[in-house]
């Protein structure tokens, strides 16, 4: 009987958890513990992975000002993924710990040598979020005035991808001979330099740290636009994406596979996971109840809002919240995510596109019921769209311990039960665990 079974993986970032709710806890999780936790009960559930967002700055977009996103503790505060997914690693065996290091942020060099590093750290479980950044306040903090154009930040990632798998492959396979009888640590001929020198980057090399249990980390990406999807074509492992729907779904995986196939890849290394943001409950309507109650929330239609003004630099606090919006807007930003969020001619108010789909910044399609109904769902979606995989999440990524085990204790045993998902490891190595199948 064929393998129907789908990947699973976890989108989160390193700020307050649901510090405002009954359920939350407290907002104060900068030791890492509460995370840990999380990632532990990630691997308890089988997950591939657990990924962690970023953004390198103070949103201040909606309403002009940052006053509103620190109040909401929307986007900011925001700690480093990178010691996270090492703490994160280090407390689990078999989970993958992926972090989100922007290409506009990093020296070559320097995200070569973290990434190795974490890599050996986690025994091979570590992947890259592989980003260009979107915002000018981003661009700010390192040495820009304005972000370059998406065209220009893409030519740029094309050519760092370049680099830093020349320095990933700068140290050959056997180059650690650690023979002590004879005093030799490594082999000085295995070892060089790269002396890459081209448009944006001059890069001398060699790296200066041994070969990672996978060489390089897995690569993740999530391009929305031609040519961002032409990027993650090339380069990923994993890709990920917020889609219109099964059949939004299906054809962008499609796409996807039939770019990769241009370019000379096989598209089955490729795994293309869809955000998701399941809403579970005891029975049906009450899961529609706890939705309708959080999706209508004035607090939640703010935090929504702050979060979309801030990736795609436009000021929504401009716009009156119940009427639609009075043209179609683009952005230098994150235009894929503007365009999923904006639904442009269908007719909604603002405070309706704020809470379509859970947010509709995040989700690729309804998921609402007792966590048989969502797992039945998904099988069903995961069937018409041919495979690969959920990236499970939050409209505004921020978690409860609760939500975490409805997942990992509700819905993920369902899943399970109908052969969708994985039950045991395996692989050492995250990109075997995720060619599996
Ligand atoms: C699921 C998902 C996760 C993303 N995570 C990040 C992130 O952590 N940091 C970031 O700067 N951009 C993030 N992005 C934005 C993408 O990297 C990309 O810029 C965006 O999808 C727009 O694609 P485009 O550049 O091709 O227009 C994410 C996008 C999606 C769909």
Redesign the pocket.
């Known amino acids: 009987m064929a393998d129907k079974r789908f990947h699973l993986a976890w989108?989160m970032?390193f700020t307050p958890d649901e510090w405002r709710e009954p359920f939350g806890q407290g907002g104060n999780p900068w030791d890492g513990q509460f995370y840990i936790e999380m990632a532990q009960s990630m691997e308890r559930a089988c997950f591939d992975l657990i990924?962690?967002?970023?953004?390198?700055m103070v949103p201040e977009t909606y309403g002009a000002s940052r006053d509103l996103s620190l109040k909401h503790a929307m986007m900011v505060p925001k700690a480093d993924?990178a010691p996270l997914a090492v703490a994160m690693g280090m407390a689990t065996k078999h989970l993958g710990v992926v972090a989100?290091m922007?290409t506009m942020a990093y020296p070559p060099f320097m995200l070569a040598r973290l990434s190795s590093t974490i890599d050996s750290l986690t025994k091979g479980r570590f992947g890259w979020?592989?980003?260009?950044?979107?915002?000018d306040l981003?661009a700010k903090n390192f040495g820009m005035d304005q972000l370059p154009p998406?065209e220009d930040?893409?030519a740029m990632a094309d050519e760092y991808m370049e680099v830093v798998g020349k320095l990933f492959e700068s140290w050959e396979p056997d180059a650690v001979v650690l023979d002590r009888k004879n005093g030799i640590y490594a082999d000085g001929s295995k070892v060089h330099t790269v002396d890459h020198e081209g448009r944006f980057y001059k890069v001398r090399g060699p790296l200066n740290t041994v070969p990672s249990p996978q060489r390089r980390p897995v690569y993740l990406?999530?391009?929305?636009?031609?040519?961002?999807?032409d990027?993650?074509a090339q380069h990923a492992d994993a890709i990920?994406?917020?889609a219109n729907g099964v059949e939004g779904m299906k054809a962008f995986r499609a796409d996807i596979r039939a770019r990769a196939e241009k370019l000379g890849r096989n598209p089955d290394d490729i795994k293309v996971?869809f955000?998701i943001c399941p809403s579970l409950g005891e029975t049906e309507a009450e899961a529609r109840a706890r939705y309708d109650n959080v999706t209508m929330s004035d607090n939640f239609v703010t935090d929504v809002l702050i979060s979309i003004s801030a990736?795609t630099e436009i000021d929504f606090s401009q716009y009156d919240l119940d009427k639609p919006l009075p043209s179609k807007l683009v952005t230098n930003?994150?235009?894929?995510?503007l365009d999923k969020f904006q639904q442009w001619g269908s007719g909604k108010t603002l405070r309706q596109l704020a809470a379509a789909g859970g947010g509709g910044l995040?989700s690729s399609m309804e998921l609402i019921g007792t966590p048989a109904q969502v797992a039945e769902k998904m099988g069903e979606a995961m069937a018409e769209v041919g495979g690969d995989g959920f990236?499970i999440?939050t409209p505004v990524l921020r978690v409860s311990r609760r939500y975490i085990t409805e997942i990992c204790d509700g819905l993920v045993p369902e899943l399970q039960a109908r052969g969708l998902v994985r039950t045991e490891y395996k692989h050492q190595l995250l990109r075997d665990n995720l060619r599996e199948f």
């Open positions: 989108f970032n990924m962690i967002e970023d953004k390198l993924p989100t922007s979020n592989v980003v260009t950044s979107a915002e981003m998406r930040r893409y990406q999530a391009g929305a636009s031609p040519r961002g999807r990027f993650a990920v994406s917020v996971f955000c990736i930003g994150e235009s894929g995510t995040v990236l999440t």
